[in-house]
């Protein structure tokens, strides 16, 4: 997995944790702000208060007021001081206006009405607490974005051990599918929580599948081996019927098929225990090809494009092949075309297409799909796709609209020191 993957469990969990802190940290600066401007309100009519008290206090005295306060008639007020004096409270002594259009920012305008239709007007000024308050907002921003920048690295590195933990889940489950049945996840030491009762269940499903799968890998072998014994004795004895009868070539011809069907089942057996390995030989693609399929015996169009000299094991090639020409003519209809370019193999032909099930989850043995697809085993494409992982090659099955099922089997690249082969394009029919 990625380190800086945004998909990934650890940055999911660090940006769950930055959202948490953040809105925290919100909720507490909003209070804190609201806290501060409300005392900084205070703040400035305390100041307006004591003033005005004072400037009443002397004019009462002598008739005039000190210079920072004026006397005005309601008239004289700016609007929003006029509103706000009209609607304040009976029992307060003046109203108050924060006026924070320019150029008067920051000023916080008092009004007490005094008598004989007159009006004390004192102003303060406010900037000291807003820009406090400014810098107070700054502050808390600049602290938070500190602590996401320690928390968030912090969050990452704590999810490490979950990460690892699931990581090697998946490198196991991995594994399992490749083959290795034997593999594990283990939680020895680990504290139980619920990655380690997943790992758990993980192992005791993967014992049962092995289990499972053994079991049918055994039945499959021990069945192929108990009836080859009785198919010679078949064969041979069908051997002795007389030629040209009717029921003689019949039963022949199905001792030969229950030979066949019993030689597929061991292979398939074989394939399944990994007991399979490649010999890599230098091989003409090409000619490999249009030699196999020309000894089917089956009417198929081969045409061989720029095939390559692989290093590939030509028996295997060859059972692949044959497998794909024959479900294609048992299955599809005429043309029945193969195409050897590079070290690409396409099998077509002009049928009803593979299965929808066959194309979802691949070859399944003893399964032919639909009643269209013809009769069969299931076991050719089974063992195509079988000898191609043993070869290292990759087998894919697919519909072409209009035209039919088509299998490709890419063989793994030439190695440096083996060249390609230049064959000419050519098509031959093979009967």
């Known amino acids: 997995m990625a380190p800086f993957n945004p998909r990934a469990l650890r940055w999911k969990i660090a940006a769950l944790t930055a959202a948490a802190c953040c809105a925290v940290?919100?909720?507490?600066?909003?209070?804190?702000?609201?806290?501060?401007a409300e005392r900084g309100d205070r703040t400035g009519e305390q100041r307006l208060t004591a003033r005005l008290a004072a400037a009443e206090r002397e004019y009462t005295r002598t008739g005039t007021t000190p210079l920072d306060v004026e006397i005005?008639?309601?008239?004289?007020?700016?609007?929003?001081?006029?509103?706000?004096?009209?609607?304040?409270?009976?029992?307060?002594?003046?109203?108050?206006?924060?006026?924070?259009?320019?150029?008067?920012?920051?000023?916080?305008?008092?009004?007490?009405?005094?008598?004989?239709?007159?009006?004390?007007?004192?102003?303060?000024?406010?900037?000291?607490?807003?820009?406090?308050?400014?810098?107070?907002?700054?502050?808390?921003?600049?602290?938070?974005?500190?602590?996401?920048?320690?928390i968030v690295p912090l969050a990452a590195l704590a999810t490490e051990p979950i990460n690892r933990r699931l990581r090697h889940g998946s490198r196991t489950a991995r594994a399992i599918a490749d083959g290795d049945l034997d593999a594990r996840i283990g939680?020895?030491?680990r504290a139980r929580d619920e990655i380690t009762d997943m790992s758990a269940a993980m192992d005791t499903m993967a014992e049962t599948l092995q289990r499972k799968l053994e079991n049918e890998r055994r039945f499959t072998a021990d069945v192929a081996h108990e009836l080859r014994t009785p198919l010679m004795g078949l064969s041979t004895a069908a051997e002795l019927l007389p030629q040209g009868d009717e029921a003689a070539e019949l039963v022949r011809d199905r001792a030969l098929a229950l030979n066949a069907l019993v030689e597929d089942l061991l292979e398939v057996s074989r394939l399944d225990a990994g007991a399979e390995r490649a010999r890599a030989d230098a091989v003409p693609l090409g000619e490999l090809v249009a030699d196999v399929v020309d000894r089917t015996g089956t009417q198929t169009l081969v045409t061989v494009r720029d095939a390559a000299v692989v290093q590939t094991d030509a028996r295997r090639v060859e059972r692949i092949v044959v497998n794909l020409v024959t479900n294609a003519h048992r299955h599809g209809a005429l043309p029945v075309e193969v195409t050897v370019t590079g070290t690409r193999i396409v099998v077509g032909d002009h049928g009803p297409g593979f299965p929808a099930v066959l194309l979802d989850e691949g070859p399944q043995r003893f399964r032919t799909g639909s009643s269209a697809r013809g009769r069969g085993h299931g076991l050719g494409l089974t063992i195509a796709l079988g000898?191609?992982?043993?070869?290292?090659?990759?087998?894919?099955?697919?519909?072409?609209?209009?035209?039919?099922?088509?299998?490709?089997?890419?063989?793994?690249?030439t190695p440096p020191e083996t060249h390609p082969q230049d064959f000419a394009a050519t098509e031959t029919t093979a009967h």
């Open 72 to 150: 005005l008639t309601p008239r004289q007020l700016q609007a929003p001081l006029a509103h706000a004096l009209a609607t304040k409270d009976p029992n307060g002594l003046f109203a108050t206006w924060y006026d924070k259009k320019p150029p008067n920012w920051y000023w916080l305008w008092a009004a007490m009405p005094i008598e004989g239709d007159r009006v004390l007007v004192a102003r303060t000024d406010m900037s000291t607490e807003v820009r406090g308050l400014q810098l107070l907002d700054r502050s808390i921003i600049t602290a938070v974005l500190a602590a996401l920048a320690v």
């Open 187 to 189: 939680t020895p030491g």
């Open 25 to 36: 940290a919100a909720v507490i600066g909003v209070l804190v702000h609201q806290a501060m």
């Open 387 to 413: 000898q191609a992982e043993v070869l290292g090659a990759r087998l894919a099955f697919a519909n072409t609209p209009g035209a039919g099922a088509t299998a490709t089997l890419d063989l793994p690249p």
